[in-house]
């Protein structure tokens, strides 16, 4: 799912939920916190998750090491990931090929992320190549996956996996 501030994780949570049955589910969280608005944000992520029995795992790089993992994923979020591996890392491409692993190999996996695309300002070097490489993960994710959902304003747009999703939701 796409936007920002949106409900994407508290929809994302609810999904992987029905997705999961009786399997395990697993939340796993790649923000690294920097201020006090950071760590307010995953406070309420945490809040929101008390009662839903998922297994917690802080991963903030080299996302490939999940993919073994066997039940229910949420990975929040792919724009964090990118970030952590591309500005502390110097290695995007990890970023790209972990989730791709992840995403072949996990029956279901339920992937959140921004959309940053929207505005019409130029940027330096560094953050375009930051914005494009999270298109192209964006674009394999949606080739990979069997649904693309975007929030926007908490109106849900089905982009792929309609039929799917009126089964689960």
Request: one cysteine or more; charged letters at 30%.
């Amino acid at each position: 799912s796409y936007g920002c501030k949106n409900g994407k994780t508290s929809f994302a949570q609810e999904l992987a939920v029905k997705l999961s049955g009786d399997c395990p589910r697993y939340y796993i969280a790649t923000m690294v916190p920097v201020d006090d608005e950071d760590r307010k944000r995953i406070e309420n992520h945490i809040r929101d998750r008390e009662g839903q029995v998922f297994i917690t795992k802080e991963i903030s790089e080299d996302i490939a090491q999940v993919k073994d993992l066997e039940g229910t994923l949420l990975i929040d979020s792919v724009t964090a990931l990118l970030a952590n591996e591309m500005f502390s890392n110097r290695c995007p491409q990890r970023a790209f090929d972990g989730l791709a692993e992840v995403a072949e190999n996990t029956e279901n996996a339920v992937f959140v992320s921004d959309f940053i695309f929207s505005d019409a300002n130029l940027y330096d070097n560094y953050t375009e190549d930051y914005r494009r490489d999270l298109a192209e993960i964006g674009n394999m994710l949606a080739k990979e996956c069997d649904a693309v959902i975007e929030l926007c304003a908490t109106n849900r747009i089905i982009h792929k996996g309609g039929e799917k999703l009126e089964e689960i939701l």
